[in-house]
């Protein structure tokens, strides 16, 4: 069974920095792209920033020059480094993959990390 597991989400005053972490587990032949989306309160889920199996990278415009996303291949990771936050970027933020297994191509989702920017 697929699961991708988030971690680091939490409070942090504006200005300051958080490190999100998604492990994808599970029996996989390899992971495609990665994300990260966010949903703040009362607001859609939007897309935060997207990388490809090959590294290359998108940002929303909200975010760029702030945030970067990389991922470890090796452990099946995709982290996302947030610098300079500030009260808007408060959300839930969810990891996205696409995964494959012996099977099937999926597109999974984990189950979300509060981040709340507030003084």
């Known amino acids: 069974q697929v699961q991708l597991v988030e971690s680091g989400g939490g409070w942090v005053q504006p200005g300051g920095s958080l490190r999100l972490s998604c492990a994808v587990t599970g029996s996989i032949s390899g992971v495609n792209f990665m994300g990260w989306y966010r949903q703040p309160p009362g607001k859609q889920r939007e897309l935060v920033a997207f990388?490809?199996?090959?590294?290359?990278?998108n940002y929303a415009d909200s975010v760029k020059g702030r945030f970067t996303i990389s991922r470890d291949n090796a452990k099946n990771t995709v982290y996302l480094q947030m610098n300079s936050l500030k009260t808007e970027d408060t959300a839930v933020y969810y990891c996205n993959a696409g995964v494959r297994t012996d099977w099937n191509l999926g597109d999974y989702w984990g189950q979300g990390t509060q981040v709340t920017v507030s003084s």
């Open positions: 990388i490809s199996s090959g590294s290359s990278t």
